[in-house]
């Protein structure tokens, strides 16, 4: 058997999960994977030239197939919020690691990214915005956590505590 000893955060665009990923990843001595970068680095294009190339799909795919590459150990990886579009990936990730789920409402992120101009995201036909995306994506998030930290109000340096108290707590690390 895989042995699970990863953590993988997942959630919407600007929940924290690169910021918090890194930070906690010092906290705890594992290693940190940016799966946005991995993609870049494997594709050697910007995620927003993939975007640009190949469409949402187009994108989805890629990312799906670097994400179930992935072979690490001790290590909190932080995919793009897209990554739960592709089940096989998630399939992957939940072998490897502990999902978990940064949860921010929608208030909160309009805070922080101020709309969604300078950030690729995976914005599917008919979608309008952060709101479109936020609606379609949450049953996904809930459907993959198997922890959820609602992190509204936080500073990074709270959030990144709360998050190594619960693995910890979980006995996820
Ligand atoms: N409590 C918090 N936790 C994490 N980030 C916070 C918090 N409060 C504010 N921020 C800010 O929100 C932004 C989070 O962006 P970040 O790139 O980490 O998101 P992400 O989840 O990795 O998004 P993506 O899916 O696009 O990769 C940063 O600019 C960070 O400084
Ligand atoms: O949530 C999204 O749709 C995305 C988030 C980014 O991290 C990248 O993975 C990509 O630009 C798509
Ligand atoms: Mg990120």
């Given amino acids: 058997m895989v042995k699970k000893d990863n953590v993988i ?39 927003q030239k993939i975007i640009d190339a190949m469409g949402p799909d187009g994108f989805i795919q890629v990312e799906n197939e670097v994400l179930c590459g992935i072979d690490v150990h001790r290590t909190v990886v932080s995919p793009g919020g897209s990554a739960v579009y592709s089940e096989d990936a998630m399939k ?11 949860k921010v ?9 101020g709309g969604l101009h300078e950030r690729g995201v995976v914005m599917k036909d008919g979608m309008g915005g952060l709101a479109d ?19 509204d109000g ?7 505590a709360k998050l190594v108290d ?7 690390i």
């Fill in 166 to 172: 619960t693995l910890s707590m979980r006995g996820a």
């Fill in 105 to 113: 409402s929608l208030d909160e992120l309009m805070g922080r990214l």
């Fill in 154 to 160: 936080t500073t990074v340096r709270e959030a990144a």
């Fill in 9 to 47: 955060l997942i959630g919407m665009p600007g929940a924290g999960k690169s910021t918090l990923g890194i930070v906690a990843a010092k906290i705890i001595g594992y290693d940190f994977l940016d799966a946005d970068l991995l993609i870049q680095k494997q594709s050697d294009k910007t995620l």
């Fill in 92 to 102: 992957h990730l939940s072998e490897i690691g502990t999902i978990v789920y940064l």
């Fill in 133 to 151: 995306i936020y609606e379609e994506r949450i049953p996904l998030y809930e459907k993959y956590a198997e922890v959820t930290i609602d992190m």
